[in-house]
């Protein structure tokens, strides 16, 4: 059974950084398959946020924090961060880690993940 367990959620500054960590455990490693981070605020939908690929590494950022946020993953491909950086407002969400069942699902389909219980991150201004 695949397991994931988040850490780091915080109350920080607008401007200010944070770095969230994920681990996984239980799963079966393939070349295709990802992690990521979605996050959900109060009242919204699950957005993606940001995946890496388990095979080469490769990245993918939502427009709304692309060049503000940075996923990256350790070599044995079981732990996952985001490092947030000049954090605003409206960053202000539950984060879930996730690790696609199978082949990656993307920052669109939610039904290919298995996910972790969230973390609580909140920017105040």
């Known amino acids: 059974q695949v397991h994931l367990v988040e850490s780091g959620g915080a109350s920080v500054q607008a401007g200010g950084s944070h770095r969230l960590s994920c681990v996984a455990s239980?799963?079966?490693?393939?070349?295709?398959?990802?992690m990521g981070w979605f996050r959900q605020a109060p009242g919204e939908g699950r957005e993606g946020v940001a995946l890496i690929y388990a095979g080469d590494s490769s990245t993918y950022y939502s427009d709304s924090v692309k060049g503000r946020f940075t996923i990256s993953q350790n070599s044995a491909k079981n732990t996952v961060s985001l490092q947030m950086n000049s954090l605003k407002p409206e960053d202000t969400a539950t984060y879930y880690c996730?690790?696609?069942?199978?082949?990656?699902?993307?920052?669109?389909?939610?039904?290919?993940?298995?996910w972790g219980q969230g973390t609580q991150v909140t920017v105040s201004s």
């Open positions: 239980g799963y079966t490693y393939e070349i295709y398959a990802c």
């Open positions: 996730a690790r696609s069942i199978s082949i990656c699902g993307g920052l669109i389909d939610m039904s290919r993940y298995y």
